[in-house]
């Protein structure tokens, strides 16, 4: 079972197993300090949809689901998981945002502008993602705890940075580059967030230290 962000890890665990159940999950968690999760989601943990990969669902896909039921998580079996991968992945590009400083007003015309790379990308090369609108579990009165000690923004991209280790980026906005390659579609914004993340990471800075207008403007000139 496979809970990573990104389309990547079902097909590398197939080279190694017959079967794969892959899983979208969004959960406000923070890992900031090794050894310390920090889980802020009520009145359910998280909400989590899985399903076998590529496609399909059977006796194991739904014991997993109840297993996940019963640990207090918000579920739904979906037979087309490819579809509700692709739609966390339009946005979870945005988490790349989060390592830069800059206006509130800049900052959110990029991550639009990621998210609507990414789902060109992802149209084009055959995804069709998911809408919030066809969750059947009703999610309404799921939210953040207040004083939970979950921040707003901070989400795992950040986490990483933050923590200093290997991040996911080149599995978010490199994955949106690659499939765009392929495809024909061009991701500059994608690409200059990821080389710009990359560049953070070989020089060691943390989050917040490179000002968010360098990148933006870079792609418009």
Request: proline residues 5%.
């Amino acid at each position: 079972m496979t809970l990573q962000n990104g389309l990547a890890a079902e097909d590398i665990a197939l080279r190694r197993f017959d079967r794969v159940y892959a899983a979208s999950i969004r959960i406000p968690a923070r890992y900031t300090v090794t050894g310390e999760v920090v889980v802020g989601g009520e009145p359910n943990v998280g909400i989590v949809a899985l399903g076998r990969y590529p496609e399909g669902l059977d006796d194991t896909a739904l014991s997993i689901v109840a297993d996940l039921l019963k640990a207090g998580y918000l579920v739904e079996a979906r037979p087309d998981i490819r579809r509700w991968k692709a739609a966390k992945l339009e946005h979870n590009v945005t988490n790349a945002v989060e390592l830069f400083a800059g206006a509130s007003e800049l900052r959110s015309k990029a991550a639009a502008g990621l998210a609507q790379e990414a789902r060109a990308v992802l149209i084009a090369a055959g995804y069709d993602p998911a809408s919030p609108s066809e969750w059947r579990i009703d999610i309404s009165s799921w939210r953040v705890a207040p004083e939970s000690g979950i921040e707003p923004g901070q989400q795992s991209t950040w986490q990483s940075f933050t923590r200093g280790t290997s991040s996911e980026v080149d599995y978010l906005n490199g994955e949106i580059v690659r499939l765009g390659r392929i495809h024909g579609v061009a991701a500059p914004l994608n690409t200059a967030f990821q080389q710009a993340a990359a560049r953070l990471a070989l020089e060691g800075r943390p989050p917040g230290t490179r000002d968010i207008a360098e990148i933006v403007g870079g792609v418009a000139s």
